[in-house]
Nanobody, 123 residues
């Protein structure tokens, strides 16, 4: 089991940037693929980005490609989501998630979740 705590959310104007962090504790962090998901009010939780245990592989949902970057520091047991050129439609609660093994874009493939951090982008 791994415990996850997100931070870095906030209110930003459209076009601005934020960097989210997710600190993990527990078992060997590098054994876990990590993902970022988000949930807007009244909508389903959706996949944003994922990164493999070594950091060699990353995948993004189409709407954030070229704007968001997922990365990790296994020595610090932390995964990051750098968000640039933010848009109002990026608003939502952002969740960090972990799963043992390979990366996945499916929310039900992840068994460890953080509490979420709010990101609000004003127009």
């Amino acid at each position: 089991q791994v415990q996850l705590v997100e931070s870095g959310g906030g209110l930003v104007q459209a076009g601005g940037s934020l960097r989210l962090s997710c600190a993990a504790s527990g078992r060997t962090f590098s054994n876990y693929a990590m993902g970022w998901f988000r949930q807007a009010p009244g909508k389903e939780r959706e996949f944003v980005a994922t990164i493999s245990g070594t950091g060699a592989r990353t995948y993004y949902t189409n709407s954030v490609k070229g704007r968001f970057t997922i990365s990790r520091d296994n020595a610090k047991k932390t995964v990051y989501l750098q968000m640039n050129s933010l848009k109002p439609e990026d608003t939502g609660v952002y969740y960090c998630a972990a799963r043992q093994g390979l990366t996945s874009t499916g929310r039900y493939e992840y068994h460890n979740w953080g509490q979420g951090t709010q990101v609000t982008v004003s127009s």
